[in-house]
């Protein structure tokens, strides 16, 4: 099953888990595996539950308290609290952490709002999105010119994270390849990279 495990940013806003727990309900109600595995990890009622009788009971309500228990609180009314207390004392300015954690789940709706706020391209910020094969967030940094960069420099080292991440999204890892070739990227024609790309019939050699 699946585990996440959430941190709140210094100054956080209450939008981000709203957004969060309303993405985790849509996702549950398309049966996707891991927010239904989510869902039962932390929400007590759905502990034993089967798919079908998650997706189809599953409430917003219930999406909340999951992604509560996720930044480590044990009901949404004490995130609520938590947040809302902290917004009024110190204004919601710094939305980086919240931001970062948003492209590396591929949260654009959120993504772009936190960007809005002050959220900034940090130097090597691409590197999160080809470690977790989330062509979403990966995209929308590209769109938005972001450097194919670590914080270093090395223009490699995104591609090579992709090639070597522990994450396992075959469809992601196809996508965000796909743009590194439309970005100039070349690599050698071989069995393996055709693999790599989702195409093992077929061979490519990009060429700037």
């Given at each position: ?5 959430r941190g709140l940013p210094a100054h956080p806003h ?17 049966k996707l595996t891991d927010a239904l595995d989510r ?54 300015r710094d939305f980086q952490y919240a931001f970062d ?108």
């Amino acid at each position: 099953m699946s585990t996440v495990s959430r941190g709140l940013p210094a100054h956080p806003h209450l939008d981000v888990p709203k957004k969060q727990a309303q993405e985790l309900l849509a996702q549950s109600k398309k049966k996707l595996t891991d927010a239904l595995d989510r869902i039962r990890r932390r929400h007590p009622r759905f502990h034993t539950a089967d798919v079908d009788t998650t997706s189809s009971h599953v409430k917003l309500s219930d999406a909340q308290l999951v992604i509560a228990r996720e930044y480590g609180f044990s009901s949404w009314t004490l995130l609520k609290k938590r947040i809302t207390g902290n917004t009024a004392a110190l204004g919601a300015r710094d939305f980086q952490y919240a931001f970062d954690r948003a492209l590396l789940h591929g949260d654009l709706e959120i993504a772009r709002w936190l960007h809005e706020q002050g959220a900034v391209f940090t130097p090597g910020i691409i590197m999160g999105s080809c470690e977790t094969l989330n062509d979403r967030g990966f995209v929308f940094l590209d769109d938005a010119g972001v450097p194919l960069m670590d914080a270093k420099g090395d223009w490699l080292a995104p591609l090579a994270l992709v090639l070597e991440t522990y994450s396992r999204n075959p469809t992601g890892k196809h996508a965000i390849l796909q743009r590194f070739r439309e970005r100039g990227y070349q690599w050698a024609d071989t069995p393996m990279m055709a693999f790599h790309c989702g195409d093992p019939d077929q061979r490519h050699s990009p060429h700037r």
